[in-house]
């Protein structure tokens, strides 16, 4: 994901048109309030080096620096980095439709999509009111509304339509004159993950994304229908009415942040539509249902240019250079492809969105929804379990604890930090010794197999 947000950024700041490109890079900004939140930062800060992403840990007098409007004594300190920014997504779309319309793609907007035309398990064309297109290719990038298509060819396609609130403020005097454009931005784009916020300009103005809300998963059945002509920046599916009660717990907070908000008020606000997954990532790759048919959903506008690409490469070479294995659409399990897991897990994916997260951090719920014949014996030894693809998987047994007692010093464990320790025992590393020198029998039935068939040795 990393890979696919540098190549956004790239792509973005490629597209100008009157020397004004399609990304303002900003930089950006996350504060931490808590020490937990900036020993999480310092980790980021390594990931992102990993990736040959720049980045520092500021001060909290280094974050006032940088970010004049907030309030120091509220953070620890911050994570900047300077390649973030803001997406022009609406200018870098029409700057693609005009190059692409010049090199001969057609476009044929404002058409509903009724179906998907199929023979002999592979697609061939898709139908609209106005007739069919045929097709032996068909991508849907359908958004939050992914999972209907999907349905057109019988196919589960695991994303829930959820509700996130965005607002827009009356002019902040504090503002006043910093930039020229009406939705201009000069600041770094700020995030207050502690409190599930983000920030950034609109000219005088203040735009706030929060997720400190309640999930609002959306009936897409209940969006009703729009005609073309009607749909505006204020009018359009994926904006429902503002719940300002819902808002006001940030509001507050954001005050305590930034103070200088304390001299405006909420202009204007919606619940905006978007997807989420059982577990949060893009949903991409081909359908195993009907041949031809691919899938590129739940992509947020931070990895947009980056999958786009890597889905082109999959048509046109058989295979993205980016490895898909995270955002593959085959990689839940039938069982999590229920509508209650979806929405379940979709929904805390939402909550925890900015949340301190181990990676092995397992869910609370939905659990034991696939156990082994031995799961009650593994109980029995004090099995420690994890979840993967809905299996309960044990990772160590208390009955193992007298192990270590013997174990050689060659095989004791390294200490531990409290993070790096999470999740983890010492009976692990006893229980590897007894395995590799003397003997151990492990339950294999979560593991997944593989058939491989087909012509050839």
């Not at 900036?38 to 007098?61: Q, T, V």
């Not at 693609?96 to 592979?122: C, D, F, M, P």
């Not at 994926?238 to 008020?265: M, N, V």
Request: hydrophobic share 40%.
């Amino acid at each position: 994901m990393a890979a696919f947000a540098k190549y956004t950024v790239e792509k973005l700041l490629s597209l100008s048109e009157d020397g004004v490109s399609c990304f303002n890079q900003v930089g950006g900004l996350e504060v931490a309030t808590t020490e937990t939140r900036l020993a999480d930062l310092k980790r980021k800060l390594g990931y992102a080096a990993a990736w040959g992403i720049e980045g520092k840990i500021l001060s909290r007098e280094e974050c006032k620096e940088l970010y004049p409007l907030i309030n120091e004594e509220d953070i620890l300190g911050g994570l900047h980095v300077p390649s973030d920014g803001l997406a022009l997504a609406a200018r870098a779309v029409q700057l693609l439709i005009k190059r692409t319309e010049a090199a001969g793609v057609k476009y044929i907007g404002s058409t509903e999509v009724t179906g998907i035309e199929q023979s002999n398990r592979r697609v061939t064309g898709v139908q609209t009111a106005e007739g069919v297109i045929p097709a032996d290719i068909v991508v849907s990038c359908a958004g939050f509304w992914g999972a209907k298509i999907g349905e057109m060819i019988g196919m589960s396609v695991p994303l829930l339509p959820l509700a996130h609130q965005y607002v827009k403020t009356t002019p902040v005097p504090a503002q006043q004159g910093k930039n020229e454009q009406p939705n201009g931005a000069s600041l770094p784009i700020l995030r207050h993950q502690d409190q599930d916020l983000y920030y950034r300009e609109h000219g005088d103005c203040y735009g706030i994304g929060s997720y400190a809300h309640r999930p609002m998963p959306v009936d897409l059945n209940e969006l009703g229908s729009y005609e073309p002509s009607s749909i505006s920046e204020h009018n359009m599916p994926s904006r429902l009415d503002f719940t300002l009660e819902d808002f006001l717990p940030a509001w507050e907070a954001t005050k305590q942040l930034l103070p200088a908000l304390r001299e405006s008020e909420i202009e204007d606000g919606f619940n905006g539509i978007f997807s989420f997954t059982p577990d949060g990532g893009s949903l991409v790759g081909e359908s195993k249902e009907v041949d031809g048919f691919y899938v590129a959903e739940a992509v947020w506008v931070t990895h947009s240019a980056g999958i786009a690409r890597a889905v082109a490469e999959l048509l046109t070479t058989g295979k993205s250079s980016i490895d898909l294995g995270d955002c593959d659409i085959h990689r839940f399990e039938e069982v999590q492809l229920t509508p209650e897991y979806v929405s379940e897990t979709s929904q805390q994916n939402f909550v925890e969105i900015y949340d301190v997260l181990h990676p092995l951090q397992p869910k609370l719920s939905p659990r034991n929804l696939r156990v082994s014949p031995f799961h009650a014996r593994h109980k029995q030894l004090g099995g420690y379990f994890l979840e993967g693809a809905g299996w309960e998987r044990p990772y160590w047994f208390e009955a193992n604890a007298e192990l270590l007692k013997e174990m050689p010093d060659e095989w004791q464990p390294p200490a531990r930090d409290a993070w790096s320790g999470m999740f983890s025992s010492p009976i692990a590393a006893a229980e590897a010794w007894k395995t590799r020198t003397a003997v151990a029998m492990y339950d294999m039935t979560p593991l997944k197999r593989l058939e491989v068939s087909g012509p050839g040795p």
